[in-house]
């Protein structure tokens, strides 16, 4: 339960200031989140973290001097957007990259990533690596695909310890990348949690049983178990996580990390009589306890619970594992201060640099398909929302037009400031992911960014590159949503759609013809996923019912291909 709540809509935005204010030399606030209030040496990697709040200390907990530069801070239990994560990197970034570190969720997979391609278009060095040291969520062979939990600590340390130390951004990525991958993650929980304002919790856990393989959000354990002692439990624990131990070589050599971490209601002094049995158990072992930590690094609100989390260490793991921090919710070793960061005002957004004449030139053409976009986008939306209610949650009629409504409107600004096509491009595709929401408006909204990062704001753009544009925007649809052909999602119409385009792009047939073939493929390849039950996406779970009915995602997609190729006419 919450007790202490305005209005339950703003609490963490409340949450949030008051941190702030009780913390004014560590962060200070910007659009989306936090960055650090002391300065980083020039040409520093960045370590921005985030996520949904409802985690503290996880993530904005972690600011500060030899951990993160910044935090993006989504709403309770939600993924912040992309508009957020490009604020808060933009006012974090020291010029040398940026490391995105996040737990992944398909959401913060979904808007992390559209934000960072539009900082990349924008020439900012970013680089993601998503935590999943959750040992419930999937088997060891598929460790990148598990859950963020507890973990996260760890592998942040690691990499802001990196990043303090003066490595370069490749060497950083690579010391987060091991770090995951030596990370294993076990919980249990209680008792579930509570929304703010909400009168029931997202889960109940039995009386007198807890759930092994808690998640963070409210997702209850996958095995219910009867209550024991602590020090049995504590066994439990260390069997699932020893289970997975690396072999004792490449520089490994049983010194571990460990984090005893409470859920939000498990009080401390239960978490010491915990680690009093794990310590034991772990030096039975054979195995040596680095800096431990026994206290709340990644909460659910009020849940009851604990878990516990190794990081098998090496030589370089440990040192940034101990290397001194000091961020309000964790401190360790000395840091000297480094005086005052002035945060140039979240960059005003509504100057839009103007382009040079040719690519301005172009970018009309750009507006223009995006004002057809609109207006096909709502010419269908009765009938997209109807095919999604078949097997999804029936509001792609709806995501589809508000996007593109976005997406014309950025573009009109765009253009009223003389913007050169990567601009345009990239800004709409912000536009699209911010208005539309839902799954397929972070793919849109992150494909236009992708395309236009193939544009230039100075020339116009030859055939060839328009068309590796277009399979830029395709390629990233398939990179960030990760569906294969056959999922019966979008990528069903768009990998035919690229594949016809690539092969003709060096042809000497005109784009109008090149445009049209594909577009067909599409369209022919889009109707054919009736055929197919879904396997990806929302409609997964109700798979079979959509046997019949084409994917809503890959008939709109067909469509919106269809009105360029007519604008080409
Ligand atoms: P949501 O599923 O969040 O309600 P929409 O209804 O706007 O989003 O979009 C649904 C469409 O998104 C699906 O029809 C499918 O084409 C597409 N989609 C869902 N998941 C994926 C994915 N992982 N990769 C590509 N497309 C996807
Ligand atoms: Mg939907």
């Known amino acids: 339960m919450t007790f202490l709540v305005n209005n339950p809509e703003e609490f963490a935005a409340d949450s949030l200031k008051g941190f702030t204010a009780a913390f004014p030399n560590h962060v200070q606030l910007v659009h989306g989140g936090v960055v650090r209030a002391t300065e980083s040496p020039r040409g520093e990697v960045a370590v921005v973290v985030g996520g949904g709040s409802g985690h503290y200390p996880a993530f904005a907990g972690w600011v500060g001097p030899g951990i993160a530069h910044g935090s993006v801070c989504g709403n309770i239990f939600a993924s912040p957007s992309a508009s957020q994560v490009t604020s808060v990197v933009k006012a974090a970034d020291n010029g040398g990259g940026t490391i995105l570190l996040f737990g992944n969720y398909a959401g913060d997979v ?89 009168k029931e919790p997202l889960f109940t856990v039995e009386p007198g049983t807890f759930g092994l393989g808690l998640g963070i959000h409210g ?77 709340e690094q990644v909460t659910s609100l009020d849940m009851a619970g604990v878990s516990l989390s190794l990081m098998y260490l090496d030589e370089e793991l440990e040192k940034y594992w101990v290397a001194p921090a000091d961020t309000p919710a964790f401190r360790t070793g000395n840091i000297e201060n480094a005086g005052t960061r002035k945060v140039v005002e979240a960059e005003d ?56 409504t976005a997406a014309a409107k950025s573009a009109r600004e765009s253009l009223a400031a003389k913007a050169g096509a990567r601009t345009l491009l990239s800004r709409a595709g912000a536009a699209w992911s911010e208005g539309a929401g839902g799954t397929s408006g972070a793919l849109w909204g992150g494909a236009l960014a992708a395309a236009g990062g193939v544009f230039s704001d100075e020339t116009a753009p030859t055939q060839e590159e328009i068309i590796t544009a277009a399979i830029a925007g395709a390629n990233s649809i398939t990179d960030m949503g990760g569906a294969k052909v056959g999922d019966k999602t ?22 109008k013809e090149i445009w049209n073939t594909a577009a067909e493929a599409a369209q022919t390849a ?35 291909m269809q009105a360029i190729a007519d604008f080409l006419q």
Do not use: W
């Open 526 to 560: 889009a109707e054919a996923t009736a055929n197919i039950t879904a396997r990806k996406g929302r409609a997964r779970t109700h798979g079979d019912a959509s046997l019949g009915t084409p994917d809503p995602g890959a008939i709109s997609f067909a469509l919106l």
């Open 349 to 404: 957004n509504s100057v839009i640099p103007a382009g040079a004449p040719a690519s301005a030139e172009f970018a009309r053409s750009l507006a223009e398909i995006l004002e057809l976009f609109e207006k096909t986008a709502r010419a269908a939306e009765p009938e997209l929302g109807r095919i999604d209610a078949i097997a999804g949650d029936g509001d792609h009629g709806q995501g589809m037009t508000l996007g593109t």
């Open 490 to 511: 979008m990528v069903d119409a768009l990998v035919p759609f690229a594949d016809s385009l690539k092969e003709n792009i060096s042809s000497s047939k005109s784009l």
């Open 110 to 198: 979904l808007h992390f990533g559209n934000g960072a391609n539009q900082l990349r278009a924008a020439g900012i060095d970013v680089r993601i690596v998503t935590i999943s040291d959750d040992i419930a969520s999937n088997t060891p062979d598929k460790h990148d695909d598990r859950r963020g939990i507890a973990g996260d600590v760890l592998v942040v340390k690691v990499a802001g310890g990196a990043a303090a130390a003066g490595l370069d951004i490749n060497k950083v990525e690579e010391l987060a990348r091991r770090a995951n991958t030596r990370t294993r993650t076990i919980g249990i929980a209680f008792t579930g949690c509570t929304l703010p304002g909400a």
């Open 219 to 295: 997702e209850q354990g996958i095995s219910s178990h009867e209550m024991m002692p602590a020090r049995d439990i504590a066994k439990m624990l260390v069997e699932k996580v020893l289970a997975e131990e690396p072999a004792r070589e490449n520089g490994y050599t049983g010194r571990v990390a460990v984090v005893v971490n409470g859920l939000g209601a498990t009080k401390y002094e239960e978490l010491f009589v915990l680690y009093g049995t794990i310590s034991e158990l772990l030096a039975d072992h054979d195995l040596t306890v680095v800096a431990p930590i026994v206290g």
